[in-house]
């Protein structure tokens, strides 16, 4: 027993499993969902989850949708390209999650360190639009492959900007090591030091997965679910999970960039190779919780709209928060 929990303790092991892992963005996705719910119900006047556990407000509603969609029998078409119709959520949901590997938990506890690790947090991220794209193309329906192809030229008009945004940070402190990032806003975050990289990175994250008022892919005409109006069951589960755990990813890394990461650390935790991470979680949580409310206070964006606020207003910004930091990093060099 004693060899098992050293085991899970080990970072290559805890940080992948456990935190910021598949443990608690699978368990976040659950609260998340249902807190959306809430919140829309109670600004909108009318009931969410409520009937499951109800002295807790429905609170375990999203187990019950969970087993329902576990037990559900997935339609699989008969004219679908079967392999890439079934592979594609898993994968789709699985390099959703996969850049958590590359997020550390503390300066002294992280899967593995590298010079680069905000790139390949970013990276990594990019990949999982290419997998809605292969959705459509598998479902054979002409408006599936209308919505992933949607999605795919959508997607280029929010990320390119938002890592622009996010690079604007490494400019700033001259890394590309998040470690590094966190560490050195341990007198002054980075929202401070370029707030037009925060606000920027900020709408577009929320953007890239899809929150309100930009939930445009799945559902722009309230009659199909863009790529994925051909999934059931846990496929669709999987299709609907993904973006949740999209934003518990980028909201980690906004914390880390812009919100200090685990600074500042109280006294007892100092000396801790974990307790930091529950800072960097609740700043993460916050920054989803603020995404979910967002669905019920804003229309939908159209598709024109929306891409005209990624190209001509977030683009221009975010390409602005490059030369602020540039221009900060001059002024203190000069100094």
């Given at each position: 027993?004693?060899?098992?929990?050293?085991?899970?303790?080990?970072?290559?092991?805890?940080?992948?499993?456990?935190?910021?892992?598949?443990?608690?963005?699978?368990?976040?996705?659950?609260?998340?969902?249902?807190l959306e719910r809430k919140m829309a119900a109670k600004v909108q006047l009318r009931y969410g989850p409520l009937y499951v556990l109800k002295p807790l407000g429905g609170a375990i509603q999203m187990v019950a949708d969970l087993l329902r969609y576990l037990f559900q029998e997935p339609i699989i078409p008969k004219t679908v390209d079967k392999l890439a119709f079934i592979l594609t959520p898993a994968l789709l949901f699985g390099m959703a999650y996969l850049p958590t590997v590359a997020i550390p938990v503390s300066?002294?506890?992280?899967?593995?360190?590298?010079?680069?690790?905000?790139?390949?947090?970013?990276?990594?991220?990019?990949?999982?639009?290419?997998?809605?794209?292969?959705?459509?193309?598998?479902?054979?329906?002409?408006?599936?492959?209308?919505?992933?192809?949607?999605?795919?030229?959508?997607?280029?008009?929010?990320?390119?900007?938002?890592?622009?945004?996010?690079?604007?940070?490494?400019?700033?402190?001259?890394?590309?090591?998040?470690?590094?990032?966190?560490?050195?806003?341990?007198?002054?975050?980075?929202?401070?030091?370029?707030?037009?990289?925060?606000?920027?990175?900020?709408?577009?994250?929320?953007?890239?997965?899809?929150?309100?008022?930009?939930?445009?892919?799945?559902?722009?005409?309230?009659?199909?679910?863009?790529?994925?109006?051909?999934?059931?069951?846990?496929?669709?589960?999987?299709?609907?999970?993904?973006?949740?755990?999209?934003?518990?990813?980028?909201?980690?890394?906004?914390?880390?960039?812009?919100?200090?990461?685990?600074?500042?650390?109280?006294?007892?935790?100092?000396?801790?190779?974990?307790?930091?991470?529950?800072?960097?979680?609740?700043?993460?949580?916050?920054?989803?919780?603020?995404?979910?409310?967002?669905?019920?206070?804003?229309?939908?964006?159209?598709?024109?709209?929306?891409?005209?606020?990624?190209?001509?207003?977030?683009?221009?910004?975010?390409?602005?928060?490059?030369?602020?930091?540039?221009?900060?990093?001059?002024?203190?060099?000069?100094?």
């Amino acid at each position: 027993m004693q060899d098992l929990l050293s085991l899970i303790f080990e970072p290559y092991v805890f940080v992948p499993l456990i935190f910021p892992g598949i443990t608690v963005a699978f368990l976040l996705l659950l609260v998340i969902i249902w807190l959306e719910r809430k919140m829309a119900a109670k600004v909108q006047l009318r009931y969410g989850p409520l009937y499951v556990l109800k002295p807790l407000g429905g609170a375990i509603q999203m187990v019950a949708d969970l087993l329902r969609y576990l037990f559900q029998e997935p339609i699989i078409p008969k004219t679908v390209d079967k392999l890439a119709f079934i592979l594609t959520p898993a994968l789709l949901f699985g390099m959703a999650y996969l850049p958590t590997v590359a997020i550390p938990v503390s300066p002294t506890f992280y899967a593995f360190r590298s010079d680069l690790s905000l790139l390949i947090v970013l990276a990594l991220s990019t990949l999982a639009p290419i997998f809605t794209v292969v959705m459509g193309w598998a479902s054979n329906n002409k408006f599936s492959l209308i919505g992933g192809v949607r999605e795919g030229y959508i997607v280029v008009s929010y990320e390119i900007p938002m890592f622009l945004s996010a690079l604007s940070m490494a400019v700033l402190y001259g890394s590309l090591d998040l470690v590094d990032i966190a560490e050195a806003q341990k007198g002054l975050w980075g929202i401070f030091l370029n707030p037009v990289a925060a606000i920027t990175m900020l709408v577009l994250m929320y953007m890239s997965t899809s929150k309100f008022p930009f939930e445009i892919p799945e559902a722009e005409s309230e009659i199909v679910a863009g790529a994925y109006t051909e999934y059931s069951g846990i496929l669709y589960g999987l299709v609907m999970g993904a973006s949740y755990v999209k934003l518990y990813v980028l909201s980690l890394v906004f914390s880390i960039l812009f919100l200090g990461g685990w600074n500042p650390v109280p006294g007892f935790m100092a000396n801790d190779p974990l307790l930091p991470g529950v800072l960097l979680f609740i700043k993460a949580f916050i920054i989803i919780v603020i995404g979910a409310f967002l669905r019920a206070v804003y229309p939908r964006f159209r598709i024109d709209q929306a891409m005209d606020l990624g190209w001509k207003t977030l683009l221009p910004l975010s390409i602005i928060s490059i030369f602020i930091s540039l221009a900060e990093v001059m002024i203190m060099g000069g100094a």
